[in-house]
């Protein structure tokens, strides 16, 4: 039997990483003034959508009595204006993201994971359901909720570079993918597409370090991943830039391609910037109705 002070010694163990992202997060979300972005909204119709097992944070009122009756679990219905109230987000954590040109500048991941929970802090307090793709965490309200997406999102994941992962994403829902967006991108197209068809409207946000811009090499260099899986050296770095340079530009403007085609919105945002910039385009991005 677990005792009280054994439930609370491992309560404390397990959030002792959090507060500073949640910190840094609650800051973050309290410099964009929420205006008409954090009403409650009271819905556009009351279209059933489907029923779905009772969570914590229903109230008692909306629970469906005759379709719980008929089984041992109490259930709710979505309405349709409801499931276009949840946002679904996914923020890159491999170790690409992990990437800083100097020391006095967050990494990449870092402040994904920090606009991120900043995103959903608003968003919630808002009234809005929030959580993460891919089932990790299916979107819900309260302050429980972004506790659990805050020890998730402090995770790491030891893959070079992230794939958006479109599955568990609602129909009609808004989503919000973060990343540098530098890896094969195939699976973002992928996961854009699949959205499309479930009628999912969201934003990318790329990421990257303004040495990734600027590319200020030259001579011997060695190029390494985050991982260290990857390397590749050279005695003429500034050769290279050119090339590089193209590569990037095409890149944006393929991610620019793929989100016009797909009702979604796409902005770069660099570390060595203020990232409300970042939060007030996500805002306004997610509101845009196409």
Sequence with gaps: MITPLALRSEAESLSSALPPLLAEAEQLAATVLLGDHGRRRAGTGDTFWQYRPAQDTDEARSIDWRRSARSDTNFVQDKEWQIAQSILLWVDQTAAMSFTSDKNLASKGHRARTIALATAILLIRG????GLTGLRLPPKRGEQQLAQMAALLAEDSDKDFGAPEAQGMLPHSRALFISDFLGDIEPTRDALFKAAD??????????LDP??????FDGRTIFQSMSGTMQHE???AGDLKSRYLDRLAQRKEDLQSLARMTGWQFQTHHTNTAPNTALMWIYGALERRI
């Design 127 to 130: 009234g809005e359901r929030v």
């Design 198 to 207: 479930r009628g999912v409207r969201g934003a990318l946000l790329q990421i």
């Design 211 to 216: 040495q990734e811009e600027a590319f200020p």
């Design 234 to 236: 050279t005695l003429k």
